[in-house]
């Protein structure tokens, strides 16, 4: 893809270019089960998050009455203007007797020392030049769909990837699912947003379908905004580094040899992979930068070390143990769509791979992997006493 492509020229030169961008390190925030978006004032949401940014991230951030820039005491990002929330899932080692370990993240490039691994963020105008238009107080979005678990339903998102890390400085391969093989310095997810606004909307009912992807080719093809989507906003993209080198052992991977990486979102396959973004820069600071196309930004941005950014910190708003070994995900979040068999199955059910029986999760009657029936699988209709087949969503239904 051209964007990494320029990107391991612009590393590799580290200067500015007339292809500027915003490349920043924010360290972590909190690691909690909130969402503000599409769970505002629950505590708590489903599945467990990893946020940084500003420390103004709460239960709810209603646009009407949270001013982010304004609520906001300090940030994890080296943007000292920068009170955004960015956030994404998180990644979990299931060992082979079911028990689950959180992974760590790791530091990007040049972001030594930035706490709890954090993300780099980059917000990157149009290679052409052409005005970009700087997101707007109370704008939020997310891209992808956790419910996902095949590739040609992810591939309505075109640019949510995986990059198998050789080295900390890989930047080609990228894959729509995990990577099946060991990644010697861990598992790098990236995450670009869609680059074209309807110019109303600060936020939609599924918080996605007021930005789209370009009509045609792609942001880093200089591809056109769709009439419905107009407005050309920066390209938003998170590279998030998790550090599976305690992992990297083959001994302990699953015996079929499929990868042991699951999210908290429940998802093997990783095609459920998904971002979310609540902007937060202080009056038209992004916006100053985006018009001077800079790079580091010196006169223009305010910018504190990543030591001062990792002062700033939350405490988790309700306090749960994400750490050491689980016996299940954060908030007893099922699994759902492929998943390592243990080998404990007789019989063979995973359309997948159907040599692998599964390994007759949720307690199913029938060894198979984690479900119950549900559209296009009907391996397993039967639970344990004791547990019942429930619909977790269109597609898939679990033993609980
Ligand atoms: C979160 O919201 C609650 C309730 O409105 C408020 O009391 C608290 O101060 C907020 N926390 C932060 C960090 O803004
Ligand atoms: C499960 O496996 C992990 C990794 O080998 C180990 O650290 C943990 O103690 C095991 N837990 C149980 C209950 O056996
Ligand atoms: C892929 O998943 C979608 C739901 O996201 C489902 O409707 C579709 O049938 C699935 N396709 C295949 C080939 O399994």
């Known amino acids: 893809m051209r964007s990494t492509a320029f990107l391991a020229v612009a590393l590799a030169i580290g ?3 007339a292809d500027a961008l915003l490349r920043f390190s924010c360290s972590e925030l909190v ?3 909130l969402d503000p978006l599409v769970f ?3 505590a708590q949401s489903p599945h467990l998050h990893q946020i940084v940014g500003g420390n103004s991230f709460n239960i709810t951030m209603d646009h009407n009455r949270h001013d982010i820039a304004q609520e906001s005491t300090c940030t994890t990002c080296e943007f000292s203007e920068d009170f955004s929330n960015y956030w994404t899932a998180t990644l979990f080692f299931r060992a082979r007797n079911g028990t689950f370990k959180r992974v760590a993240q790791r530091p990007n490039v040049f972001f030594d020392g930035a706490r709890g691994g954090g993300m780099s963020v980059y917000y990157t105008p149009p290679f052409d030049g052409t005005k970009v238009t700087a997101f707007q107080p109370g704008f939020r979005m997310i891209v992808g769909n956790p419910f996902i678990r095949n590739e040609t339903a992810a591939n309505k998102y075109r640019q949510l990837t995986f990059t198998c890390l050789d080295s900390l400085d890989t930047r080609t391969g990228e894959t729509k699912s995990m990577p099946n093989r060991i990644c010697k310095e861990g598992i790098m997810a990236n995450v670009r947003f869609p680059t074209c606004w309807d110019g109303k909307n600060l936020d939609s009912e599924d918080h996605s379908s007021h930005v789209a992807y370009p009509a045609s080719g792609t ?3 200089g591809g056109p905004c769709p009439a419905t989507h107009p407005v050309k906003i920066p390209q938003l993209f998170y590279e998030v580094i998790w550090d599976t080198r305690p992992f990297n052992d083959k001994n302990i991977w699953p015996e079929d040899g499929s990868q042991p990486f699951v ?4 998802d093997f396959t990783g095609y459920g992979t998904h971002g979310d973004y609540v902007f937060g820069w202080k009056g038209d600071a992004l916006q100053r930068a985006m018009n001077a196309n800079c790079d580091t930004c010196n006169g223009v941005l305010q910018r504190q070390s990543i030591a001062q950014a ?3 910190t939350q405490k988790q708003k309700v306090a749960e143990n994400i750490d050491g070994w689980l016996t299940e995900l954060p908030g007893a979040m099922p699994i759902t769509g492929p998943q390592p068999g243990t080998g404990s199955g007789t019989t063979p059910t995973n359309p997948t791979n159907p040599t692998n029986p599964g390994n007759g999760g949720g307690g199913c009657t029938v060894a198979k992997w984690g479900q119950c029936g ?3 699988y009907s391996g397993c209709t039967t639970c344990a006493s004791g547990s019942t087949c429930r619909k977790q969503n269109d597609w898939y239904s679990q033993c609980l």
Do not use: I, L
Not at 263 to 266: A, E, F, V
């Open 219 to 221: 942001f880093e093809s």
């Open 15 to 17: 200067a500015p270019g």
């Open 263 to 266: 999210w908290s979102y429940g």
């Open 374 to 376: 549900g559209n296009g």
């Open 31 to 33: 690691t909690e089960r």
């Open 40 to 42: 505002p004032g629950s």
């Open 310 to 312: 990792n002062q700033c």
